[in-house]
């Protein structure tokens, strides 16, 4: 077998890796039958000349290749027919963006697998960035609130040399004595946000106590999903029921909206799920929360105030909650909002290398070893006949109208 790590090709640029020049030695260790290139590329935070310093071949083609390796969606003109391809093309939920790649997959007879289908038996995904996308997203929360206040100015997470400088400059900034921040999620993202709060110093408090008492130090709270939704009936909260049917349920997130100032949004959200608040909530006069860090970033959805994606070039924009509108990021009469949809980016080293880590422990061993409980099977979009797989039958007036 001969695998090849593609250059990416994506505008804007993403500098990440599925694979460091560490992890593609190990894999040659570990895989002596195993042939490895890397295509050469300019753009990557990891070097071509850090891969050569691990004995790897830097190539400017990637011929010969039975199996590609990248990160983001390939352009459709750098796509090499009757090959397989691992990568996120953000396809399968019928995203009007990329028809015209899978259009292109299948005509081109590839094998698509894409990493976000690789999931266990219960449906656990194995593999993916959502941890960084947290520590960068609560960082950059903490970079608005200095912002917006005038308080101070953190960097930008990418122009940071990797996460230990990050977290460096943050220890650095003195937040306000009784600043309260507010945590959803317990997944990846929201465990990610978790990690880097803990990482400054940043005390978690009980959620009862975050909404009765008062500190003389910032803190914050994270919570699960129960705790803020409830049944409309009254009746005790069940996680089978809120997954079978989450209409029968509301929001109680607002008696922390009350208290917070800031807001990290690091849950996953279902369609049909109540929203967190929506636009009449954030015009109430109690609400309190100035700056919103959307790390999960679903648009027109459960975050009321998150009106568009922002970019790493431009991360900050303000909501004013009486015209319903975009303002300055700044604006005293708005929320300050963060939406960045592509934060692990920001740390392209880091993150890089802890998805390969993953990718060492439950996709290469797939690859290579053989598909243990056809994990790669089900996550195969496409055929090297060039049609979807059965699975993914339901995609195809999908790509006939690409």
């Known amino acids: 077998m001969k695998i090849g790590v593609v250059r990416e090709g994506k505008v804007p640029p993403d500098q990440r890796v599925p694979l460091t020049p560490a992890q593609c030695a190990e894999l040659k260790r570990l895989y002596p039958e195993v042939e490895l ?8 935070r990891i070097t071509d000349d850090e891969y050569r310093a691990e004995g790897i071949d830097v190539v400017q083609e990637l011929d010969g290749c039975d199996v590609l390796l990248g990160v983001k969606e390939v352009p459709v003109d750098q796509l090499i027919p009757d090959t397989t391809y691992l990568f996120f093309s953000h396809t399968y939920k019928l995203q009007p963006y ?8 299948v ?8 990493y976000e289908l690789i999931k266990r038996a219960n449906g656990r995904r194995v593999i993916g960035f959502g941890r960084w996308a947290g520590i960068v997203g609560a960082y950059n929360g903490l970079r608005a609130w200095g912002l917006r206040q005038g308080t101070f100015a953190l960097p930008r997470a990418i122009d940071c040399t990797d996460m230990k400088d990050m977290i460096g400059h943050a220890k650095a900034v003195d937040l306000p004595a009784n600043m309260k921040m507010v945590l959803t999620g317990g ?19 009980h959620a009862d106590a975050f909404l009765k008492e008062t500190f003389n130090e910032a803190v914050f709270t994270r919570l699960d999903v129960e705790q ?15 997954i079978a049917d989450p209409t029968d349920f509301e929001s109680t997130f607002m008696p922390y909206a009350r208290v917070a100032d800031m807001y990290i949004a690091g849950h996953y959200w279902a369609e049909g799920s109540p929203f967190l608040f929506t636009r009449d909530d954030m015009k109430d006069p109690s609400w309190h929360v100035q700056v919103v860090a959307d790390v999960s970033c679903d648009i027109d959805g459960p975050v009321a105030c998150t009106l568009r994606p922002s970019t790493i070039a431009d991360p ?11 303002c300055a990021f700044d604006d005293p009469k708005g929320l300050t909002v963060m ?15 802890g998805f390969g880590k993953e990718m060492m422990a439950h996709v290469i061993p797939l690859l290579v070893g053989g598909d243990r409980d056809n994990m790669i099977t089900h996550a195969t979009e496409t055929t090297l006949e060039g049609a979807l797989a059965p699975k993914f039958a339901y995609l195809q007036e999908y790509i006939d109208q690409a």
């Open 37 to 44: 290139v890397v295509e050469s590329s300019d753009v990557r």
């Open 98 to 105: 990329n028809a015209k790649l899978l259009r292109a997959i």
């Open 107 to 114: 005509d081109k007879r590839i094998r698509l697998i894409d």
């Open 187 to 205: 997944g990846r993202v929201g465990m990610g946000a978790h990690e880097l709060l803990t990482a400054l110093g940043i005390r978690e408090v």
């Open 228 to 242: 803020y939704n409830a049944r409309r009936d009254g009746q005790p909260f069940d996680m089978g029921q809120f």
């Open 316 to 326: 900050l924009y303000g909501y004013n909650p009486s015209s319903e509108s975009e």
């Open 339 to 353: 939406a960045v949809d592509n934060l692990p980016c920001e740390l392209p080293r880091d993150a890089s290398h």
